[in-house]
């Protein structure tokens, strides 16, 4: 017998749950784009997203996934034959840099492999020996989704400064807005890359980028930037239709105005420790299920835990049997593993991702964790018992 039916949880690192408020948001008629409520509603977006990113600067929006978002962000500050470094901790920094090559712009990687930061004395050194500052920008990703690694964006921009380095800082903070701590402006970074649908809960389509004047200067130095992706219309548009640099992301835009004000109701610090507790206890049952057994969370340090996502891995091919069993017994979809080894490879199946990103509250979190403890007492997984009772325990004292 399934015990399934129910409301479902998509426990995946994105698209993460969408609130019923943005889903009521959307359910509309198609709304006149040249005058009218539109019109302001959208301008209404940009302080409420600044507030997100905190940040005073710039933001444009486009309609893309985070894939065009990070197009958009190499678009407006790299040309063909500049170099960038490219610092990796998973699989979704080397998707960066391989759309940066794509683009023309040699891309070094340092690679921080799969279970460690990004260790910014390394990023000191290698800066300190390009004298000729033939590196023009540094992309790290703040957040890698397929590890769950953490990285400190402000000890990227410290190495950077003390290498005396004019290099743009651009983070990828997809998966980590809205989730894990960010301080654009104070952390030092140039270029903040995101989209709509991890953690601020609004469907896949929307990507931003937030750029600071050192951007913008940077922008204005280019030769020629790709009309779609150039970033200065949308962020200051003349006329409405210079947001979208065509017809606006109509029903996108009236989700988005609720995420926002969902986020803004809680407030963005309550967000954030929301997360770090839901997070805490996630980690709780799987260090008590790792006891006896084998699962294991990817990152060893919880300073260096991402609270949007977390990596973990049981001996293959159980942690697809387990996401199975939790997906057609419990509701409850896990992530896959990615990045951590070849799909074709037997290994691929010893991985599994819980997202716990967005719109996730903890009897969600205490459901999604009693079905993975209900799936390794049903598939006869080893692990120690008490998973839940670490989590519930963790979640008691807030
Ligand atoms: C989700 C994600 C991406 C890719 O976003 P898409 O919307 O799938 O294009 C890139 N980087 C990080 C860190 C992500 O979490």
């Known amino acids: 017998m399934s015990l399934a039916s129910g409301h479902p949880y998509l426990a995946i690192p994105g698209p993460s749950v969408v609130p019923d408020e943005v889903l009521r948001a959307m359910h509309r008629g198609a ?221 996108h835009l009236y989700g988005l105005r609720a995420a926002l004000d969902l986020i803004h109701a809680e407030g963005i610090e309550s967000v954030w420790a929301r997360h770090d507790t839901l997070s805490r206890a996630i980690w709780a049952a799987a260090d008590v299920w790792g006891r006896a057994g084998a699962l294991s969370l990817n990152v060893a340090d919880p300073v260096h835990r991402s609270r949007a996502v977390s990596s973990l891995s049981l001996p293959a091919p159980r942690a697809t049997e387990l996401r199975r069993w939790v997906e057609a017994n419990a509701g409850v979809t896990l992530g896959i593993g990615l990045g951590m080894a070849e799909c074709t490879d037997p290994a691929w199946h010893g991985y599994f991702r819980i997202g716990h990103m967005g719109h996730v509250n903890a009897h969600m979190v205490l459901g999604m964790l009693g079905a993975i403890e209900a799936g390794l007492v049903a598939l006869d997984i080893p692990h120690e018992a008490g998973g839940v009772s670490a989590a519930a325990r963790v979640i008691s004292v807030g």
């Open 31 to 251: 709304p006149n784009i040249y005058e009218g409520e539109l019109i302001e509603m959208t301008a209404s977006l940009l302080p409420d997203l600044r507030r997100v990113a905190r940040t005073s600067h710039h933001v444009a929006i486009y309609i893309a996934n985070g894939h065009g978002a990070w197009e958009a962000a190499l678009a407006n500050t790299l040309a063909p034959g500049d170099a960038v470094m490219v610092l990796t901790t998973g699989r979704f920094g080397h998707g960066w840099a391989e759309m940066a090559a794509s683009l023309g712009v040699v891309a070094e990687i340092i690679d921080f492999g799969k279970k460690s930061p990004i260790d910014p004395a390394r990023v000191e050194d290698v800066l300190r020996a390009d004298t000729d500052h033939r590196i023009k920008a540094v992309l790290a990703t703040h957040v890698d989704t397929s590890t769950g690694i953490l990285s400190d964006m402000k000890a990227v921009r410290a190495a950077i400064d003390a290498a005396g380095h004019p290099a743009l800082l651009m983070a990828d903070c997809i998966a980590s807005l809205g989730c894990d701590r960010l301080e654009m402006d104070d952390w030092g970074i140039d270029v903040t890359v995101t989209a709509s649908q991890k953690g601020l809960m609004t469907p896949p389509g929307l990507g931003f980028v937030f750029f600071n004047d050192r951007a913008a200067a940077v922008r204005a130095n280019q030769e020629r930037v790709s009309p779609y992706w150039d970033w200065t219309r949308r962020a200051t548009p003349e006329i409405f239709y210079q947001y979208f640099c065509g017809t606006a992301p109509t029903h």
